[in-house]
């Protein structure tokens, strides 16, 4: 596998046919297996999700109307926010993605996940003293603060319960200004055993989390990038244009190193739970969100390129709508170049793409994205595509979460039934 994973726009030679396909998969909205879905969501359809960030937090939302059975791959390597923090004191991946998905998939709108919400998801102020911040985690741990009183008994315990163990294993000096209830809490959970999987389960379990999420790897590692002028910045914050400035030029290269320094280039495994979950899924999805920071990151540890390429399922690429710093006016089918390009690092040069990638949704209006996709190199890549209209609203560039769940339903080749499992 070479040391990270290079931008590339066109086909390479590598044996691998590049001959237009007819699309012979389901039609793009099926009212049967919709109306199925929402009948017994708990035996819906296993969709699994490469992605990071907040991009998938409503579609995750509505998705669990019509499944129970959808699994998360999160990128753990998120190196800003409060999450830095928590990194640098304990050595750890990051979990603000990882929360943040958590609380989607337990948002039915009840009263109880709205308490839930409110707890796991506030953060302390960033400005004012460090002593403020102190005492209000003190009384959530206490039991005294408000928001632990709206909680199920068993939230309760969980939250005290880690909350009290991160406050034991905290350094002095620690700034929780800024901090999320939710990752001090996935924190606390995470440190007795150091297994991230265990934490998840537990947070999970007490929110009545309809679906599962994992991290890609489970190691603590940062994002590097190449730029076309040289430079490297590390970094996943540093890449994304919203913490720091747009990049000053476009990326080339990406790769996973040990630390903020840099470093060469790292291949850890991917998380042994997360190729099982992609071998047995019904559809994978590749979504919209940040290109290199949520979706293409998620494809570097070792294993994941391969668990695609042999899950004999739908292969579906969402790109994203409206404007993205790290691929500015690189359009959908160079998107997908890139994207077949690190998963054959992993799968194999040879893999055809229809094992990778083997549709992908467009909007008919191009105007929607920042460069009209160029539907001749999806061709030449061997890469179906279909027009849907995803961005439902005038005058938005925001997909329609429920269109997109619908249609990724109708697409799932779901061969029986399935349990619900446990998160």
């Known amino acids: 596998m070479p040391s990270g994973l290079h931008s590339t726009d066109e086909p390479e030679e590598s044996g691998v046919k590049t001959q237009t396909r007819a699309l012979t998969e389901p039609p793009l909205r099926n009212p049967d297996r919709i109306a199925a879905a929402l009948a017994n969501p708990q035996r819906g359809p296993r969709i699994l999700f490469l992605s990071g960030g907040s991009a998938l937090r409503e579609l995750s939302r509505v998705l669990t109307r019509y499944t129970h059975n959808s699994t998360h791959v999160i990128t753990p390597f998120d190196s800003g926010g409060s999450s830095a923090a928590l990194r640098q004191a304990f050595a750890m991946l990051s979990v603000g993605d990882l929360r943040n998905r958590l609380l989607a998939l337990a948002d039915d709108g009840s009263l109880e996940a709205m308490a839930a919400q409110a707890c796991f998801g506030h953060r302390f102020a960033t400005s004012g003293k460090a002593r403020d911040a102190q005492d209000e985690l003190h009384s959530l741990v206490s039991?005294?603060?408000p928001r632990i009183a709206k909680l199920t008994i068993a939230q309760q315990t969980f939250a005290r319960e880690t909350l009290g163990t991160f406050v034991s294993e905290m350094p002095a000096g620690?700034?929780?200004r800024g901090a999320s209830i939710g990752n001090l809490a996935l924190t606390g959970a995470y440190l007795p055993q150091r297994d991230i999987h265990l934490a998840l389960a537990r947070f999970g379990e007490v929110l009545g989390v309809r679906g599962q999420v994992l991290p890609s790897s489970e190691?603590?590692?940062?994002?590097?990038?190449r730029l076309a002028d040289g430079t490297t910045v590390v970094g996943q914050h540093r890449l994304t244009g919203k913490e720091h400035p747009p990049l000053a030029a476009p990326i080339e290269e990406i790769r996973l190193v040990a630390g903020l320094a840099g470093g060469p280039g790292l291949h850890p495994p991917a998380s042994t739970a997360a190729t099982a979950r992609i071998r047995e899924a019904d559809l994978?999805?590749?979504?919209?969100?940040s290109f290199y920071s949520s979706l293409l990151c998620n494809l570097l540890p070792e294993g994941v390129g391969r668990a695609i390429a042999l899950a004999s399922c739908p292969k579906v690429y969402v790109p994203s709508t409206g404007h993205d710093p790290e691929v500015a006016s690189?359009?959908?089918a160079r998107a997908t170049a890139r994207l077949l390009h690190a998963l054959r690092a992993d799968a194999?040069?040879?893999?055809?793409a229809e094992r990778l990638i083997d549709r992908v949704l467009l909007d008919p209006r191009p105007d929607v994205y920042d460069a009209p996709p160029d539907l001749s190199l999806l061709d030449r890549l061997c890469v179906a595509h279909s027009e849907v209209a995803l961005v439902a609203q005038s005058g938005s560039n925001r997909v329609d979460a429920q269109r997109l769940a619908?249609?990724?339903v109708s697409l799932a080749q779901q061969n029986e039934p399935q349990p619900k499992e446990s998160p």
């Open 143 to 145: 039991g005294s603060d």
């Open 348 to 352: 194999g040069e040879a893999t055809p």
């Open 330 to 332: 690189v359009d959908a």
């Open 406 to 408: 619908e249609i990724l």
């Open 284 to 289: 994978i999805c590749l979504p919209m969100g």
């Open 174 to 176: 620690f700034d929780l």
């Open 219 to 225: 190691e603590n590692l940062h994002l590097a990038a």
